[in-house]
């Protein structure tokens, strides 16, 4: 009554659904009717012969990984088959339905949409699942990337939550609305329709207190006696709704035979509402007798198809949980733990939920579950039950370790760092003689992303590490854990001596170190000397990304390829990572896997994608506390400032420096003199840029553990040239040569031999610069190329050889118009026209000097569109578009947006630069 627009959306959502598919989500406040609506949904499907498949999110299901998937697969359990092996395995592993390796969660969600997509060829199908938000989070984030990708299909998702409820299940951009309480016309219709003999006076105050909520209208008379319905005078003056409604349910379930309630407690704390499971080796005659006084009451129904008891109203639920007594629940638990012998991880929960007291065997087998949880990326789900494991830990030792195994996974996994010292505090509480390694490795770990502490978090590791009965178990999980947190400790500190535990600590392992930490540990920490023996080690982790599911192990070999320009390889596997992340995921091996993608996006000139996934990095490291973590994208956002021209280079470099200085994190200092010398070089300040790169390294050495000094050769070396320290260049480009930096990639390939062509003399320097030049795939590397295109072009115009300066300037030249490279743009067309030549003559013009995107961008300008309708077609800011069309007015020789569709179809002119920016912001 009251709902007739409301029935309409629905029954219209239905129908539309089972023709093209799509999701609708339903929100309201409790009691509103949602559930009401729901099965109006149903029964319209069910008519028109669709299929339907029901669920319902359960507060004590809720840290059960997969629970809520489980419920909405069970019936299209026999239809697996018919998947790929990949998704059915993917399925069958995360249901719990089978053995095998741990299927990543997009991996499980893109199988789930296949099945249910296969399922609706025969007939329409529409899936409901009523209190979203108490799924389970696993569940939750693989429904919602189902229902965003409903669209096409005659899958239908109609999804129901409370307004205001947190939820895992993203359900931004679904289609829906919030269900208001009935006007005081429905819901005066819906009372009288039910208790028609109300007095006056109590159908008043009755609309009054309910506020239009259907389910108090139908509840609060209940709680009044036969004369205070009849009469009114006998009313209590008070009627709370939330309260009385509480106090209904409770009254109602009180009345209950003790098999009624006790029924209904083991209902509430199982979840799934399975017959099977409640009344396990009890006959069917018997269940019936027992569940009828919950259906007369209309606290509960039964689908007897489906074998399911269904709460007619969450607060029922909790209603029954209040009233029960602590034995009562204990005993509840212990029996649903028999009656799920055969699924450990619900098993484990109820053990873990009937103990009374610190019971360890208990908490092993919880811990190992939680440690299954991780492996099936279920992060949330580990640290609930490594923190339920910490407090039944008989031994403080083991407690500690829990806890810290909680705290680290919760920072690593989760991206709670901000949660970490209030469970570290419990930790070295219950560590007070400082022996959980776990503990150390979470505090480290804080210390390290928090305060930027390295040298403090460099002692506690090690001094962790050191009082370890067996420093040498490569199958202790904290301590790999720990000397993974050592690797970054060490890294972000710069300094060599840092890293001699580290290596001593890998080298003891016995019967090795894991694969990927002794790869990590080579690459990523002195690449020039130690990374050529496990290249082919490390080529064979990258090919193997594709069967990789945990983010982050994919996040670290693409750490372990950055210094050896291996990311490229690594894309996909990063993009994924990503993904997992925007669903909900492991935050942190997200945010790495943006800043590697920025970084090989600025290798390899895509500075349009570098600059969103930066943003994002940054975006994500604000919100979680990631201090340090942030200054690999504060880097990357200089060093593309710097190749620009922006003044923000310089402003950023310094900011780095000032962090970094105290906590003498040298690896951020790297960075800040990396940003001043490519800025000094584009301004052609040759004595600052040679400062700057000599300070990452001295000139003909590459500084032990110092990887950045890979990326700084090219600068040092000019620079030395460029200010006459000849045999300091001429030693570095010789220390670049012996370190065999050509064998590690082929950019470096083509940094050592652009090296030696600028310290050789004349007649040998032309043979090296060709030689870099046509180093096999040197146009993936467009920036650094066009650098050494423009050094080589420099010195043929110093003697004279014009021609052939003129080509490789103008190569140079059209390759910075194309980046945006301002400074190098300038510093070209200076020695271009030294040349004598025209900047007009013999340079890419009109569309074929602009970028995709730019194109794109020029075509929507030229069409009228303002900069922020442009940016929301292309998901970019308005402040991306106004930057690319001041940069692509020049190229195309106009000075107006206004001339933007001539200069489309027609041969540009030159333009003055004055006007530009001005006029591109618009």
Avoid at 179 to 197: I, T, Y
Avoid at 265 to 271: N, S
Avoid at 356 to 381: I, S, T, Y
Wanted: charged share 20%; aromatic share 6%.
């Amino acid at each position: 009554m009251g709902r007739e627009r409301d029935l309409t959306r629905i029954r219209d959502f239905v129908d539309l659904a089972a023709v093209q598919g799509g999701a609708f989500m339903l929100l309201g406040e409790a009691g509103v009717g949602k559930s009401v609506l729901l099965e109006v949904a149903a029964a319209r499907a069910l008519a028109a012969g669709h299929r339907v498949l029901r669920a319902s999110g359960s507060q004590f299901e809720a840290e059960v990984s997969f629970a809520g998937l489980h419920q909405v697969l069970h019936p299209l359990f026999a239809d697996l088959s018919h998947l790929s092996s990949a998704h059915e395995r993917a399925l069958s592993v995360a249901l719990g339905l089978g053995e095998g390796t741990p299927p990543g969660q997009l991996l499980v969600a893109n199988a789930a949409l296949v099945l249910l997509r296969q399922a609706a060829v025969p007939r329409p199908l529409l899936v409901i699942i009523d209190d979203i938000a108490w799924l389970d989070r696993a569940s939750a984030v693989v429904l919602g990337f189902v229902a965003r990708r409903l669209t096409g299909s005659r899958v239908g998702l109609l999804a129901a939550s409370r307004s205001g409820e947190e939820s895992f299940f993203e359900h931004g951009g679904l289609s829906g609305y919030e269900l208001q309480p009935l006007d005081e016309r429905g819901a005066a219709a819906l009372l009288k329709a039910h208790f028609p003999a109300l007095a006056p006076r109590v159908h008043q105050r009755l609309l009054a207190d309910a506020q239009g909520n259907p389910l108090a209208l139908l509840e609060l008379p209940v709680a009044l006696g036969d004369f205070q319905r009849v009469s009114g005078s006998a009313l209590p003056p008070v009627l709370p709704l939330s309260g009385r409604l509480q106090a209904v349910f409770a009254s109602r379930i009180r009345d209950l035979p003790a098999a009624t309630y006790d029924l209904l407690l083991l209902a509430v704390l199982d979840g799934t509402g399975d017959l099977n499971v409640l009344h396990a080796g009890e006959p069917r005659m018997q269940e019936t007798d027992v569940l009828a006084p919950a259906e007369r009451a209309r606290l509960v129904r039964v689908e007897q198809g489906a074998r399911r008891l269904v709460f007619r109203h969450p607060l029922i639920g909790s209603a029954v949980v209040e009233l029960s007594t602590g034995e009562q629940r204990r005993r509840a638990h212990r029996l649903l733990a028999e009656r799920l012998a055969d699924q450990p991880e619900r098993r484990a929960w109820h053990l873990a939920e009937a103990a009374v007291g610190p019971d360890e065997e208990v908490a092993a087998l919880l811990q190992a579950v939680a440690h299954a949880n991780l492996r099936r990326g279920d992060g949330v789900g580990a640290i609930t039950q490594l923190l339920r494991a910490a407090e039944l830990s008989p031994a403080d030792i083991d407690q500690a370790g829990r806890l810290g195994e909680a705290a680290y996974l919760g920072a690593i996994v989760n991206g709670d760092l901000r949660d970490a010292p209030h469970l570290l505090e419990l930790a070295r509480r219950a560590d007070w003689r400082g022996e959980s390694l776990a503990t150390a490795v979470a505090g480290a770990y804080h210390l390290l992303n928090g305060d930027g502490d390295v040298d403090s978090a460099h002692r506690l590791m090690v001094g962790a590490i050191e009082k370890l009965a067996d420093p040498g178990d490569a199958h202790n999980k904290p301590l790999i854990e720990g000397l993974y947190t050592l690797l970054m400790v060490c890294f972000f500190g710069g300094r060599a001596e840092l890293w001699e535990p580290f290596h001593v600590a890998i080298g003891r392992l016995k019967p090795g170190p894991p694969e990927l930490l002794d790869i990590l540990g080579k690459t990523f920490s002195d690449p020039a000397r130690l990374a050529p023996p496990v290249l082919d080690r490390l080529d064979a982790a990258i090919a193997g990304l594709n069967q990789e599911i945990i983010p982050a192990r994919i996040s670290r070999i693409g750490i372990a390829g950055s210094y050896v320009d291996r990311l490229g390889q690594c894309r996909e596997g990063l993009w994924r990572v990503i993904g997992h992340g925007r669903d909900g995921g492991a935050v942190t091996s997200a945010i790495e896997a943006l800043f590697l993608l920025g970084n090989d996006a600025f290798l390899v000139g895509q500075w349009e994608e570098m600059e969103q996934v930066v943003e994002e990095g940054l975006m994500l490291c604000d919100e979680h506390g990631y201090r340090l973590l942030s200054w690999s994208g504060i880097y990357l956002r200089a060093m593309l400032a710097a190749a620009r021209g922006r003044e923000t280079a310089t402003a950023l470099a310094d900011q780095m420096t000032r962090w970094a200085t105290p906590r003498r994190a040298r690896a951020i200092q790297a960075y800040a003199w990396q940003v001043r010398a490519l800025t000094a070089l584009g301004r052609c300040d040759f004595e600052d840029a040679y400062q700057q790169s000599a300070a990452i390294s001295p000139a003909g050495v590459l500084a032990s553990h110092v990887p950045h000094a890979l990326w700084s050769i090219t600068d040092l070396v000019e620079a030395a040239v460029r200010t006459g320290r000849r045999a300091e260049a001429a030693a570095h480009a010789v220390a670049a040569g012996q370190a065999g930096l050509a064998g590690i990639s082929l950019r470096l390939a083509m940094v050592t031999s652009a090296s030696a062509a600028m310290v050789a003399p004349d007649g040998q320097y032309n043979r090296l610069f060709e030689t870099a030049l046509t180093t096999a795939g040197a146009e993936r590397w467009p920036f650094e190329r066009a650098r050494v295109q423009l050094i080589y072009g420099e010195r043929l115009r110093r003697d004279k050889v014009t021609t052939e300066a003129r080509a490789h300037l103008a190569a140079a030249l059209d390759t910075f118009r194309s980046l945006g490279a301002r400074p190098w743009v300038v510093r070209a067309s200076t020695e271009l026209r030294a040349t004598g030549l025209s900047i007009g003559q013999g340079e890419a013009t009109g569309m074929a000097s602009l970028t995709p995107q730019q194109q794109e961008i020029a075509m929507l300008a030229a069409a009228g569109l303002t900069n922020k309708q442009i940016g929301e077609r292309l998901f970019l800011s308005p402040r991306t578009v106004a930057n690319h069309l001041y940069q692509l007015f020049p190229k195309l020789g106009v000075a107006s947006r206004a001339a933007l569709r001539d200069a489309l179809t027609t041969a540009p002119v030159e333009s003055s630069r004055g006007d530009d920016e001005e006029r591109a912001s618009r």
